[in-house]
């Protein structure tokens, strides 16, 4: 399934990521309305990874122009943030009714349309305890041919299916299309290993700058990603989440310089520092 992805992501300021063949939302930092425009509309299910401002304060706008369609806002379970800003939206916009509210925790499945569907996976972003910060996988399922089947012609196959059922004569293939970090450091190389697409975050460049102070929450480094993807299949990557303290040339060059260490041939895509892009992954100002 060949998809067309907008995003905006920098650290501390905002991100959002527009999945438009999916109507989903990964992240709803501010300016997603203001730079999607007419195209804000097709968004119908949002997922917000966490409840830093930077990652849902794009929910103000979003919800007075869009709540009419009835979208689904769906947001980690154990956060305060998001129940307020749904008693918020009530009474600030009074006329802009319509949006559903829904808290998910860890394996939450949530079919949409096409037989699309989107797993929660808890990450560590947030050390406190409880569901505080989540990332999103997206699956495309589709029903095939058991092999055991498959030299039937079309007579047996109704024959087989009307006496046994559908479930007896085909089998559900899962492919993970997509997968979106959220904010989070890398832990787990399996998480999403087998993504054809993996939007992550790459706050900082080298792994000695992740060595945070106690209590904040936690984040990844361009060079843990690159060396996670190193092990891992995955056909297409998109980074984002930088940090403004780096200059747009020295980013570029480290992404370079850790795909040719790790030996990365797969396309590589970075959504530079305080800009939005528009179809990312068809976009050449983005491929490193
Ligand atoms: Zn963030």
């Known amino acids: 399934m060949k998809l067309t992805i907008h995003g905006y992501s920098t650290a501390l300021y905002s991100t959002w990521y527009c999945i438009e063949e999916l109507g989903i939302l990964f992240d709803a930092g501010d300016g997603v309305v203001s730079h999607l425009l007419g195209k804000s509309g097709k968004i119908k299910q949002v997922f917000v990874s966490h409840e830093d401002r930077d990652h849902l304060a794009g929910l103000l706008a979003y919800n007075q122009l869009c709540a009419f369609h009835k979208p689904k806002i769906y947001f980690p379970k154990d956060t305060n943030s998001f129940r307020f800003l749904d008693e918020f939206f009530k009474k ?3 006329q802009s009714l319509g949006t559903e ?15 699309i569907q989107v797993e929660a996976v808890q990450n560590e972003h947030v050390i406190r305890a409880g569901q505080k910060s989540l990332s999103y996988k997206v699956f495309e399922t589709k029903r095939k041919l058991k092999a055991e089947f498959i030299n039937l012609n079309k007579y047996e196959l109704i024959k087989v299916k009307t006496e046994n059922g559908e479930d007896f004569l085909t089998e559900e ?16 190389y399996e998480r999403f290993n087998g993504s054809k697409i993996l939007i992550h975050e790459s706050t900082f460049l080298t792994r000695s700058e992740t060595n945070q102070k106690q209590g904040k929450n936690l984040h990844s480094s361009l060079e843990e990603v690159m060396e996670m993807v190193s092990n891992i299949e ?42 939005a892009v528009f179809n990312i992954l068809g976009n050449d100002k983005c491929k490193m």
């Open 92 to 94: 600030f916009d009074p």
């Open 234 to 275: 995955v056909e297409q990557l998109i980074l984002g989440h930088f940090s403004s303290r780096y200059d747009q040339g020295e980013v570029d060059q480290t992404i370079k310089k850790m795909k040719q260490h790790y030996g990365i041939k797969i396309p590589v895509h970075r959504i530079p520092i305080g800009k």
């Open 101 to 115: 509210w829904i808290p998910i925790q860890d394996k939450a499945v949530i079919k949409t349309k096409g037989g």
């Open 173 to 188: 293939i899962k492919t993970n299309i997509l997968s979106f970090s959220g904010d989070t450091p890398v832990t787990d």
